[in-house]
């Protein structure tokens, strides 16, 4: 299945897993999901794996490289967008 599919059935555990946190749910109920949760983490990362595999029929090794940096500045630049946006709604909130 594509990436898509397999981060569509992560996210449907997870909204499962939130709505037990909502509902304040018995440790059991939370515990039968997390092995869910573990089996799409592993179906992802081998997905990528495969990947980046296909890509050594394109790129060079030191272009792969560049690829994999790339990915961590990028995961790094999104991460820090997003604390900016939650600080600045944190200071919203705080004036009205």
């Known amino acids: 299945s594509t990436k898509r599919d397999?981060?569509?059935?992560k996210m449907d555990v997870l909204d499962k897993i939130e709505r037990l946190v909502r509902n304040h749910a018995?440790?059991?109920?939370?515990?039968?999901?997390f092995p869910e949760v573990?089996?799409?983490?592993?179906?992802?990362?081998?997905?990528?794996?495969?990947?980046?595999?296909?890509?050594?029929?394109?790129?060079?090794a030191e272009q792969r490289?560049?690829?994999?940096?790339?990915?961590r500045h990028f995961e790094q630049e999104l991460r820090e967008?997003?604390?900016?946006v939650q600080q600045r709604r944190r200071m919203?909130?705080?004036n009205q």
Request: charged share 35%; net charge negative; glycine share 6%.
């Open 6 to 9: 397999l981060m569509k059935d």
């Open 26 to 33: 018995d440790e059991k109920e939370f515990e039968k999901l």
């Open 38 to 60: 573990a089996a799409a983490n592993a179906k992802l990362a081998q997905e990528d794996g495969k990947f980046f595999n296909s890509l050594s029929n394109l790129l060079t």
């Open 65 to 71: 490289g560049k690829f994999l940096l790339f990915e």
């Open 81 to 84: 967008a997003m604390r900016e």
């Open 92 to 94: 919203r909130m705080g």
